[in-house]
């Protein structure tokens, strides 16, 4: 089953709307949870890497007040859009890891969620 | 800094021809991961391995195999036998010890298999 929770799955709204997104990892303590960014027919790009109880980590080129983080709890971290517009329509997918020293789990991943701005 | 290469944007091939998927990467660090991943047209990741830098073991999983080469940087990925429902896009990843185990993408592989 999965062993992390990405919700919602596809998003429908208008220009302007701020537009939240849960990534949750079911069975396990994630300190680290990663947010990717997929333009049809093309890879998956890393935007930020989410940090319990700390700010996040962003990518150059990624808008760290467009794309908002928080990872309050080793099982949630929340990818939120500000005042998204169409350009913002994309897949977003998420992954958690619970690495512990040289030891690194595979990363899960959520099942994504499709974004799109009218 | 890691960067991963996939060279092949599209492959098309005929049910039961073999197919191999190139994956060529670069990183700093002594200690890495590497994966694949499989991403049919639902659009989840579908995790297929995991291999360590101190691991050069080939692996064979059913149809599927992958050899790692660090001499070449090099992590290919053979179907055998390619059936339909192996259609989708193929990504090969990297994951660094150094950059706290993010992992990078290459471009992926569009993988057509025809009846």
Redesign the interface.
């Known amino acids: 089953g999965a062993v992390v929770s990405q919700h919602p799955s596809r998003v429908i709204c208008k220009s302007g709307t701020s537009v939240k997104i849960e990534c949750r990892s079911l069975d396990f303590q994630a300190t ?1 949870m ?1 947010w ?1 960014r997929q333009f049809p ?6 935007m930020a ?1 989410s940090n319990e109880g700390s700010k996040a ?1 962003y990518e150059q080129g990624v808008e760290k007040d467009k794309f908002l983080i928080n990872h309050a709890s080793l099982t949630l971290s929340t990818l939120t859009v500000t005042s998204a517009h169409p350009e913002d329509s994309s ?1 977003y ?1 998420c ?1 958690a ?1 619970a ?1 512990t020293g ?1 030891s ?1 789990q ?4 959520g ?2 969620t ?1 974004l799109s701005i009218l | 800094a890691q960067k991963v290469t996939q060279a092949q944007t599209e492959i098309s091939v005929v049910e039961k021809e073999d197919v191999t998927l190139d994956c060529v990467y670069e990183t700093r660090d002594t ?1 890495y ?1 590497l ?1 694949w ?1 499989k991403q049919p047209p639902s ?3 579908v ?1 297929l391995i ?1 291999r ?1 830098s101190f691991d050069e073991q080939n692996e064979i999983s059913g149809r599927y195999s992958w050899n790692f080469q660090k001499s070449t940087s090099s992590f290919n990925f053979t179907i055998t036998a390619s059936q339909v429902v192996d259609s989708a896009v193929y ?1 090969c990843a990297l ?1 660094e ?1 150094t950059g ?9 592989t ?1 993988l057509f298999v025809k009846a």
């Open positions: 680290t990663f990717y027919k093309q890879s998956l790009m890393l890497t980590t897949f997918i992954s890891g690495a040289y690194n595979p990363q899960h991943f099942d994504g499709r | 200690t991961y994966f991943y659009g989840e990741l995790f995991r360590n990504f994951s010890d706290g185990f993010k992992t990078i993408f290459g471009a992926g569009r």
